[in-house]
């Protein structure tokens, strides 16, 4: 079973409440512009931090298939035989490298970030080959 880190939640709703906080300032100031920038800013990252706490395990494996969280907070089971490929996108940019897990089921791709997965997904991916077969 691999999750979000708890801790990440926290900050994301704590950056929900700073933007909202900024919201209410600018608009007491009169400053409509900061206003316009703040408020969606709070209601994005604070409702990540929300689905975040809401459905923490992003993916989960057992002797039937995965189950997978489907849209903002909907869990999907996969049964090992639907499967098609299971690999990591390996990047490299401005000398950073970044890891996305991708699970290819023919009719979506599932593409979790060391983020979600709270590992390497480089592990998750060698662990799920390992329970697959």
Partial sequence: ????????????????LV?????????????????????????????MGVRDLIAPVR??????GI??????????????????DIKVDVRRRWGLRSEMLEIDTG???HVFSPHELGTSPT?????LRRRGT
């Fill in 19 to 47: 933007c909202a906080g900024l919201a209410v300032y600018w608009w007491v100031a009169g400053d409509v512009r900061g206003v316009i920038l703040a408020v969606p800013a709070a209601v994005l990252v604070g409702g």
């Fill in 1 to 16: 079973m691999w999750r979000v880190r708890r801790e990440l939640a926290v900050f994301k709703i704590l950056g929900g």
């Fill in 67 to 84: 189950t997978v969280v489907h849209g903002f907070a909907g869990r999907r089971h996969v049964p090992w035989e639907a499967i098609w």
């Fill in 123 to 127: 592990e998750v991916a060698a662990t």
């Fill in 59 to 64: 993916l989960a494996a057992d002797e039937s």
């Fill in 107 to 109: 009719d979506y791709l």
